[in-house]
């Protein structure tokens, strides 16, 4: 069974080489690509449902703010129109806020905030090195405030992550616990935040490798599973590893990771769209991917959240009411000496952004999705 697992890997390996022409994946050369891609999807609208957000609160401000409001960090509120929503609509209350912007990268944030050059952070959710970073600054974490749900299928604004298998395979459904199984290994704890959790821990009988494992009979019974993924490092494995692994980061043995790049007659590839052909090539695949790439080769699975059974679709409602296990979020970081109250600019404008206007902003934009009263009602308590 690993031979065979071994040569199904080396044979898409190899094929993907060929298909490519052998090119080097050239990192400039992706960024370049990227930037093209991103500014394209920026200027577009993806979705024309709006949601009824009543109840959440009005935006009303609670004192008179002026000032230079810093924000560093991820560019996709600006590469839409949403940063733009935003500030055009905090400025009517506020008309004396100037917004400085330096938006080109997540990775900017925190090093920002720990130098003192920047307010605000939009980004992903924070990693290791960067909430290390911070706490050896200011020995304590940075506020995390979740400013919108990630998008259904927009690749660049955190889209959900969907699971895929081939068109033949009679499966149609998986927990969380067994994609824990499929795609992971056995684990001795994993972090949340810089807090190593040893309780999250498991062992290698838990490993799901054939697809028996996981109900299918008869001619599927002693079939291996072959998974294949993103690149390590990469930013979207590490919303897998948190949202199925628990934090833990140890992978199946034989997990086949695809990269972008940029082919020599100028056209990139994208790894989501690569897991997609592979898993559409391989009867005993499965991937995690986004809706966008799907084919007529590959089968979308619905998810049940961990120890339960209640199977969830991938579609706009799920994600945007977060019944779907596997949504993403994106969030402001700041930081606060709890001894002193919140910066006026910081805390008037996530109130802002978590109104109802802030949220119906979101849904103008139409990439990213709105939040629910009830996220919105916890975030808020942060900021008290």
């Avoid at 999807?41 to 959440?56: E, F, P, S, V």
């Avoid at 990693?127 to 940075?142: A, G, K, N």
């Avoid at 028996?212 to 599927?220: I, N, R, S």
Wanted: charged share 25%; net charge neutral.
């Amino acid at each position: 069974m690993t031979t065979y697992r071994s040569l199904a890997i080396v044979s898409a390996a190899l094929a993907v080489t060929a298909a490519t022409g052998g090119q080097e994946r050239g990192g400039l050369d992706v960024q370049r690509g990227r930037a093209e891609r991103i500014g394209a999807r920026g200027a577009k609208t993806y979705y024309t449902k709006r949601w009824n957000l009543n109840d959440l609160p009005e935006y009303r401000p609670e004192q008179k703010i002026s000032g230079t409001l810093r924000v560093w960090g991820s560019g996709y509120f600006a590469q839409g129109n949403l940063g733009k929503y935003w500030e055009e609509g905090f400025r009517k209350y506020h008309p004396d806020v100037n917004f400085d912007y330096h938006l080109k990268a997540p990775a900017l944030g925190i090093p920002a905030l720990c130098i003192g050059v920047a307010d605000l952070a939009p980004s992903r959710r924070i990693t290791f090195d960067e909430t290390l970073m911070f706490e050896r600054v200011y020995d304590r974490d940075p506020v995390q405030i979740t400013a919108v749900t990630g998008s259904l299928n927009v690749p660049g604004w955190n889209y959900a992550l969907g699971i895929f298998v081939n068109k033949n395979n009679p499966i149609t459904k998986l927990s969380i616990n067994q994609l824990d199984g499929i795609f992971g290994a056995e684990r001795q704890g994993g972090y949340d935040g810089t807090t190593w959790r040893t309780d999250i821990a498991r062992g290698a009988d838990q490993n799901i490798r054939t697809w028996k494992q996981v109900g299918l009979t008869g001619e599927w019974a002693d079939k291996p599973i072959h998974v294949y993924g993103d690149n390590l490092r990469y930013h979207i494995p590490r919303t897998f590893e948190r949202l199925v692994f628990e934090g833990g980061d140890k992978w199946n043995e034989g997990l086949h990771e695809y990269a972008n790049y940029k082919n020599p007659n100028g056209q990139n590839t994208l790894e989501a769209q690569e897991v997609m052909d592979a898993v559409a090539e391989d009867s005993d695949g499965i991937g995690y991917s986004t809706v966008a790439y799907q084919s007529s080769a590959t089968k979308l699975l619905a998810i049940a959240p961990r120890d339960s059974r209640d199977y969830v679709e991938l579609s706009l409602d799920n994600v945007r009411n977060r019944t779907y296990p596997l949504y993403d979020e994106v969030y402001f970081y700041f930081d606060h000496d709890p001894s002193k109250p919140i910066d006026p600019k910081v805390k008037e404008f996530l109130r802002y952004v978590l109104s109802r206007e802030g949220q119906d902003a979101v849904q103008r934009d139409a990439k990213y999705l709105p939040l629910t009263a009830a996220v919105v009602e916890e975030q808020l308590k942060k900021l008290q």
